[in-house]
Every structure is written in C-alpha cells, then in structure tokens.
C-alpha cells in the first residue's frame, strides 16, 4: 500500500510542479509586449522584458531540476539505491554510530552533487546573463568549502546524539530528539550573527550618520532594540539587494545590502526597514518559528512510529536489518520521502507568508510614508527583475510575497 502511495504522490507532485511551471512560463510570455499599467510610468518596457526573460529563464531551468530530483529519489527508493548504500556502508564501517553516520553522509552527498549542476548554471549562466552574478569561480568554490565546514562542525554532534537517543532512549527518543532539535535551532540563530555570517560577508558599521540617525528614530517608535546597523558586502557576489534581521534576542542587529543603500533613498530605506519591524510587532518570526516546532514534533512522532514497522522500509524499496541499528536508515528514509506527502500542503505555508507580508506593510504605512515604500519596492522590482506579470495560480502555490501590483493597491489604500 505504501509502495502505491509514494508513486501516485510523486507523480502528482512532479507533474504538477512541471504543470505549474509552464502556467508561468505562458503567462509571462503572454504579457511580455506591454508593461502593466500601474507601473507603466515608473518601469521601462526594456526593464520589463528583463525581468520576464530572467523570470522564464529560471523557471525552465527549475524544470529540468524537477526531473532531476524526482528521478534522484526512485533511484533512493524503488530502484534499491538506498538499500545498496546501506549494505555497503555496513560492510565497509559496520553497523554502529560512524557506519550510520556514513551513510547520511553518503546521501547528502549524492544529492548536492545532482544540484552542484543546477546551482553552477543559476548563478554562472543565468545570473550571468542578466548581469547580477558578481562571484567568481574561486568565490563559489570557496563558499561551498566554507558551508559543507560549517555543516561538519554543527551537524555532526547534533546527528550524533539523535542516533544515540534512537537508540538508548526508548520509545519516546523522538519528543528528546525534538527537544534537542529546538535548542539546536536557537542556539544557530543566537551564533549567526557573530560566528558564521562573518566567515562568509564583510560587515560594517552604517557610516551615515544621517541615516542611522533616521533609523534609530524609527526603532525608538516601534520599540525595537538592535545591537548595531551594518552595511554587508552583498555586491561581491551578486546585484540584488536586501534587508533583513538577524540573531536572536539580545543578539539582534539589522543588516542592510550595500546596493541596497547605493540604490534607495534615505526616506525608502526606513520604509523598508519598517516592513521588517512589523514582522516583529506582528510577532510573525515567533509564530513561524512556533509553527515549524509544532510540525517537527509531528514529523518526528510519526518516524518514532514507523521506525519499527517492516512495510515502511520494504515498501519503498530498502530491506532493513534485522539483526543491526536501522536508525540511520529511517532517518534517511523518511527524510527523503516527507516532502512528497507534505508537498500539496505547501500552498497554506505560502498564504500564510503572503498574509504576513500584507500586515508588516501595513504598519510600514503607519510608521512612515507608505508612498516610500511604493517607490522602494518599484526599484526593488525593477533592480531584481522580478516579474510584474505572474501566473496567479503559480503565485497562490509557491509566492510567500504578494505580487507586485496586489502589494502597491494594498500600501496606496494606507496613504
């Protein structure tokens, strides 16, 4: 029964990912020729047809990937790849704690080598073409280095102690994995700021006094506590820019790109900025986070229960051992097969970011001029090429921003 569910879900997940895919594609080649009317005196038709092209020439190659990940994982599944990593991993390192590891290990990867391809021609084809790509070869290689590091240094004790309370906990192993799975998060969160954001980007004190002179105004009035605003170097390794919070509790500090601040006015940096402090006053960081506990939870009560049962591995193609540890296996498994069951769910995720956008708009607006904010995101538009024109369909499923018109009718009923 498993073995027939996987495939119709992954069939419908594939196909309706390519359906919606090419609905895209269509609708923005349909209205490539003309700029919308609303921003017909702000957006150049040239400026248009970038972002229409940038846009469709993303989503093809999203395409190709789609295939390329489905057929990954029946090679995991069906196709008994799983199975044969598993069998020679515990012949080669045996069935204990460096074994399993090993073929988590293994797993990773093969899979970021079948995306390396994809990323390379993203950021060295794509971007390139639309003139955003700024990193070199030696940069890209670097950051890669320099993430599967990071990934060691934390990942490894963190596996470590799921797969020893698998297997010395008990029944109840995964309400402590989920305990220790939360602290986890939090503590990356509180060491972002200062340990790893550093060993990737540059970042500065705001050097205009003005201006963060503005914006401390602004957080004085919303209540909001920063240790410090910083300009990072975004622009060495691409042209798109952007702000955001990061850290944790006392550990917060606001983040601006530099092309961020070479494009906007004074007046649209603090719009933007109040964008991000309303998804504070909503406490929408703290209900996603809530949100994304609560389901980790789930998720790991339902592996507790499908770690003992036969079916849940011989069904999708892996034969357990009955004599060793089959942790790392579920592990590996179940991970690779949840997003096809939870992929029709996706959509509530979005409505849910896109309502969120809505109201930290909304208070954008009340804190300052909401008409700063429509210029802001009319030259972030512009400056990211994203599409004005999106297929409303694509956009009710994956867009966890508004589109652009829907955002500007919004923000211009505030002013």
């Given at each position: 029964?498993?073995?027939?569910?996987?495939?119709?879900?992954l069939?419908?997940?594939?196909?309706?990912k390519l359906?919606?895919a090419a609905r895209?594609?269509r609708h923005?080649?349909a209205?490539?020729a003309?700029?919308?009317e609303?921003f017909?005196?702000?957006i150049t038709l040239?400026?248009h047809q970038?972002?229409?092209?940038y846009t469709?020439?993303?989503?093809?190659l999203?395409?190709?990937?789609?295939?390329?990940?489905?057929v990954?994982?029946v090679?995991?599944t069906?196709?008994g790849?799983?199975?044969?990593?598993?069998?020679?991993?515990?012949?080669?390192?045996g069935e204990?704690?460096?074994?399993?590891?090993?073929?988590?290990?293994?797993v990773?990867l093969?899979s970021?080598l079948?995306d390396?391809?994809?990323t390379y021609?993203?950021?060295f084809?794509?971007e390139?073409r639309?003139g955003?790509?700024?990193m070199s070869?030696?940069l890209f290689?670097?950051?890669?280095?320099?993430a599967?590091a990071?990934?060691?240094?934390?990942?490894?004790?963190?596996l470590?102690v799921?797969l020893?309370?698998?297997?010395?906990?008990?029944?109840?192993?995964?309400?402590?994995?989920?305990v220790v799975w939360?602290?986890?998060n939090l503590?990356?969160?509180?060491?972002?700021p200062?340990?790893?954001?550093?060993m990737?980007n540059k970042?500065?004190?705001?050097?205009?006094?003005?201006?963060?002179q503005r914006?401390e105004?602004l957080m004085?009035r919303?209540g909001?506590?920063?240790?410090?605003?910083f300009?990072?170097d975004?622009?060495k390794r691409?042209a798109?820019?952007?702000a955001?919070?990061?850290g944790f509790g006392?550990?917060?500090r606001i983040?601006?790109f530099d092309?961020?601040i070479e494009?906007?006015?004074?007046?649209?940096?603090?719009?933007v900025l109040?964008?991000?402090?309303?998804?504070?006053?909503?406490?929408?960081i703290?209900?996603?986070?809530?949100?994304?506990f609560?389901l980790?939870?789930?998720?790991l009560?339902?592996?507790?229960?499908?770690?003992?049962?036969?079916w849940f591995?011989?069904d999708?193609?892996?034969?357990?051992?009955?004599t060793?540890?089959?942790?790392a296996?579920a592990?590996?498994?179940f991970?690779?097969v949840?997003?096809?069951?939870?992929?029709?769910?996706?959509?509530?995720g979005?409505?849910?970011?896109?309502?969120?956008?809505f109201?930290?708009d909304a208070f954008?607006?009340?804190?300052?001029?909401?008409s700063?904010?429509v210029?802001a995101?009319?030259?972030?538009?512009?400056?990211?090429?994203?599409t004005?024109t999106?297929?409303?369909?694509y956009t009710?499923f994956?867009y966890?921003h508004p589109?652009?018109s829907?955002?500007?009718d919004?923000?211009?009923?505030?002013?």
């Amino acid at each position: 029964m498993l073995t027939y569910l996987f495939v119709i879900f992954l069939l419908a997940m594939v196909l309706t990912k390519l359906w919606l895919a090419a609905r895209q594609v269509r609708h923005v080649v349909a209205h490539r020729a003309a700029v919308p009317e609303r921003f017909a005196d702000t957006i150049t038709l040239t400026d248009h047809q970038r972002a229409a092209d940038y846009t469709i020439a993303r989503t093809r190659l999203g395409m190709a990937e789609i295939f390329a990940q489905a057929v990954l994982l029946v090679a995991f599944t069906l196709l008994g790849g799983l199975n044969l990593l598993h069998i020679g991993v515990t012949e080669w390192l045996g069935e204990g704690y460096l074994g399993q590891i090993a073929l988590i290990a293994a797993v990773l990867l093969i899979s970021g080598l079948v995306d390396l391809p994809f990323t390379y021609v993203r950021q060295f084809v794509i971007e390139q073409r639309f003139g955003f790509n700024r990193m070199s070869l030696g940069l890209f290689i670097v950051d890669m280095i320099k993430a599967t590091a990071i990934g060691v240094v934390l990942g490894l004790p963190l596996l470590f102690v799921v797969l020893w309370l698998m297997e010395r906990a008990g029944p109840l192993w995964w309400l402590y994995a989920w305990v220790v799975w939360v602290g986890f998060n939090l503590f990356v969160q509180f060491i972002f700021p200062h340990v790893i954001a550093p060993m990737f980007n540059k970042f500065e004190p705001l050097a205009d006094a003005s201006l963060a002179q503005r914006i401390e105004g602004l957080m004085q009035r919303c209540g909001f506590a920063a240790r410090g605003l910083f300009v990072m170097d975004g622009s060495k390794r691409s042209a798109h820019g952007n702000a955001y919070f990061s850290g944790f509790g006392r550990t917060k500090r606001i983040v601006f790109f530099d092309t961020l601040i070479e494009r906007l006015s004074p007046a649209e940096i603090e719009a933007v900025l109040a964008h991000e402090l309303g998804h504070f006053k909503r406490r929408h960081i703290m209900k996603r986070l809530v949100v994304a506990f609560v389901l980790s939870l789930a998720f790991l009560a339902l592996l507790g229960w499908l770690i003992g049962r036969t079916w849940f591995y011989t069904d999708l193609g892996v034969m357990p051992s009955l004599t060793g540890s089959n942790n790392a296996l579920a592990l590996v498994l179940f991970f690779l097969v949840l997003p096809v069951f939870g992929f029709f769910a996706s959509p509530l995720g979005s409505l849910t970011s896109r309502k969120h956008e809505f109201e930290a708009d909304a208070f954008a607006a009340s804190q300052t001029q909401a008409s700063d904010l429509v210029n802001a995101l009319v030259k972030l538009y512009q400056d990211n090429a994203s599409t004005l024109t999106p297929d409303p369909v694509y956009t009710a499923f994956y867009y966890s921003h508004p589109p652009a018109s829907q955002r500007i009718d919004r923000l211009l009923g505030h002013a």
